[in-house]
């Protein structure tokens, strides 16, 4: 019993002396790796900053800028209170001015909004210019777009007239060209006053008030009565052209109808002379009884009264048979 449990006691002493300090050692080792790999990702996460798509970082060194990163990735830079970043937002921005009560060139009031769509450009200047004005507060610089949009439609409504920017006509409004305007002032302002870049400028609603509505309906009513004046005096034009062309046409064919009638007279008068000088010749007595019949009916009508010797010229042939030339006989 005894050598047995000196036995124990000598394996169990020899176990302990010979692998305590290996796994002492192992530990050791391993907390000191696990400590360095803290310390290099504390450096790590003090050197490097992460560019994000879309945005841009600015690297500023006590305060001043002192580079700017635009390309997603990441950038080193010294630890921080040396040098910090600020990031600066790339997408694309929208902001609307809501109703604004504005004049137009014919003296008249309408409520316009709009919308202006914007983002700040990729170049350094762009972004460091931004930084400045607005501290890189897409907020801010919204706000002061809108300012900016309200005061230019104002003046640039002015330049348009109602039937311009309203009408049942597509080919009359003129809203692109208002837009466009709106655009050119703008551009420049919003470049180098906040060095953001203006994409779009559009009308996002356009109304009337009331008395805009009523004149704008007298107006029309007016418009549309003068339309109809024109076209009724256009119509009362030609139908007197018309008139005056039938008119001469008329008078045209009268004339030559008369002429045409008179030389047909003429010639029947001719005619007639003719045939009146072969009865002369042929039988003195029919031709005076046949001028005197000619004379009676013309100048005698079924109103007429005449109060005349029977036996007188030309009312003679009336009351006496014309005397027959004697019939020459053939007998001995």
Known sequence: MNDQSHHHHDHGHDHGHDHGPQTQGGSRRLRMAIAGALVVVAILAATLAVVPQGTALVVTRFGNPVRVEVSPGLVWRLPAPVERTVAVDLRLHTTATGLHDVGTKDGLRIQIAAFAA???????????????????????????LRSFLGSALETEASRFALSELVNTDPAQVRLDALEQALVKRLAEQARATYGVELVQVGIERLGLPESTIKVTVERMIAERQTAAAERKAKGAQLAAEINQAAF????????????EASAVEAKARTEAAAIYAKAHAA??????????????????????????????????????????????????
């Open 118 to 144: 914007w983002r700040v450009p990729g170049q350094p200047d762009a972004i460091l210019g931004y930084l400045r004005a607005v501290r890189g507060d897409a907020d801010e610089a919204a706000g002061h």
């Open 283 to 332: 039988d003195p007595e029919l031709y005076a009884f046949l001028r005197g019949l000619d004379t009676l009916e013309q100048i005698i009508t079924s109103g007429t009264r005449l109060v005349l010797r029977t036996d007188a010229a030309p009312f003679k042939a009336l009351v006496e048979a014309p005397v027959l030339p004697a019939v020459k006989s053939d007998k001995p």
């Open 248 to 259: 001469r046409d008329s008078r045209i064919v009268i004339a030559q109808a008369q002429e």
